[in-house]
């Protein structure tokens, strides 16, 4: 039997460098079911991802305190933690999935939040239902918007104001380099309007509680020296607080992604794995190796020799052009009696045009059920492969895939039928720029 196993370190950390993190608190977090978090988390206390179900999360996880992970939930980042739970052995059956181990915390600095400081004025500003008003940078006091989508626009500069008030529907526009320095708090209605060319780089710092309402986008980074309280579904930017809160099937808009972060070319036969797994067949979600170059986001692979013990390759000898005895496939689907795997390149390309190549074979264990791998690049590519199980790897799958913006490489492999822990294999996975 193929094993499942991971080796947890110890580490002491040091918090003074996460000031970058894209949802940190000084004490704990709590992100509610089905919200997608793209940036690092920190907590000075405890983290929870989900409520009763999943929540995906692709930066880093670092918490001083405990990690509650709900059933389905997946971590695609590194994972520091004083303790997790469930425990690791207990998440495979409870479809819990992280591309890499946890990281058990001997000593943790609980970050230090930079203290708001505001001196408003006494000018309120109360913008009646239906009506617009334009602001300058100064002191105010209140700052309130009607109903029937009352509007504010706010130029460029910093603003330091009593507190921020807003009914349903209100709009806000800001101009770029807005800063806005609260004394008080921030209490948005629900479906407020928050847009502009400088929206995206504005700021919001709270010297004590900020509360969106529902059904909003909070383009700018926001900053409370008390709660941060993100309600259901929100399309949300940078938060650090004291505490933060994050509603249902809320959704941290994906940053920006810098030249420097994309690739023109990738490679992957999988064969570094042998380094790791000896003559041993194992489920290598974790494997440095292969994390390094492959997000896993549903269920989990494993890397099996070509010629192996378990017969997963009729013969043994389908492998073309290259049949080593001693290389490597993928299982698309592990040992773990979970989903069938779905995995991208942890990396995206730079818009251009691309030859795509890679392999499929069926699976001698997999029996007479239907199987099948969807691979996608961009919108431009999307194929559908089935293969029977004595279906050998043969030529390579290639394709010209041009992309107009940074994409991954998808593979989501499927069945039809019950789980026999085998699925399609994968190999030889080559993508490389052309004029």
Request: with cysteine; proline share 5%; aromatic share 6%.
């Amino acid at each position: 039997m193929k094993s499942n196993v991971s080796k947890v370190a110890m580490c002491a950390l040091s918090l003074a460098a996460a000031s970058q993190a894209n949802v940190m608190s000084a004490t704990s977090i709590t992100i509610s079911d089905r919200t997608m978090i793209f940036g690092d988390i920190t907590s000075g206390t405890t983290t929870q991802l989900g409520g009763g179900g999943a929540v995906q999360t692709k930066g880093s996880i670092t918490s001083c305190g405990a990690v509650t992970i709900r059933d389905g939930s997946s971590m695609n980042g590194l994972f520091y933690a004083s303790t997790v739970s469930p425990a690791t052995t207990d998440w495979n059956v409870r479809n819990i999935r992280s591309s890499r181990p946890p990281v058990v915390l001997r000593s943790c600095s609980a970050p230090v939040i930079q203290t708001v400081t505001a001196t408003p004025g006494t000018i309120a500003i109360n913008v009646a239902d239906g009506a617009s008003r334009t602001i300058t940078p100064g002191a105010y006091g209140l700052i309130k918007l009607g109903n029937s989508h009352s509007k504010l626009l706010i130029k460029s500069g910093t603003y330091q104001i009593d507190s921020l008030y807003t009914s349903p529907y209100a709009e806000i526009e800001f101009e770029s380099g807005v800063r806005i320095l609260v004394a008080k708090g921030v209490d948005l209605g629900n479906f407020t309007n928050l847009h502009g060319d400088g929206a995206g780089a504005a700021s919001i710092e709270v010297k004590r509680n900020f509360r969106s309402g529902t059904d909003m986008t909070i383009p700018m980074a926001i900053l409370s020296n008390g709660t941060i309280d993100i309600r259901d579904r929100v399309n949300f930017n940078r938060l650090t607080g004291n505490k933060v809160l994050i509603g249902t099937d809320c959704n941290q808009i994906k940053p920006i992604i810098s030249p420097d972060d994309m690739i023109t070319s990738f490679e992957d036969h999988f064969d570094r794995a042998a380094e790791y797994i000896g003559n041993n067949e194992n489920s290598l979600d974790n494997d440095p190796v292969l994390t390094a170059k492959w997000n896993i986001l549903r269920g989990t692979i494993d890397v099996v020799k070509r010629e192996s013990r378990f017969g997963f390759l009729v013969g043994n000898t389908s492998i073309i052009p290259n049949p080593d005895p001693q290389g490597y496939v993928v299982d698309l689907e592990g040992s773990s009696w979970q989903s069938p795997a779905k995995l991208e390149t942890s990396k995206a390309f730079a818009p251009g045009k691309y030859l795509v190549s890679y392999r499929l074979a069926g699976n001698n264990r997999q029996g007479g059920d239907t199987y099948w791998v969807d691979v996608s690049f961009g919108p431009g590519y999307k194929v559908r492969t089935t293969k029977a199980f004595d279906q050998p790897f043969g030529q390579a799958i290639t394709a010209e895939v041009t992309i107009t913006q940074p994409e991954k490489f998808v593979i989501d492999a499927g069945r039809q039928g019950a789980s026999v822990r085998a699925n399609m294999l994968l190999d030889d996975v080559v993508i490389r720029q052309i004029p």
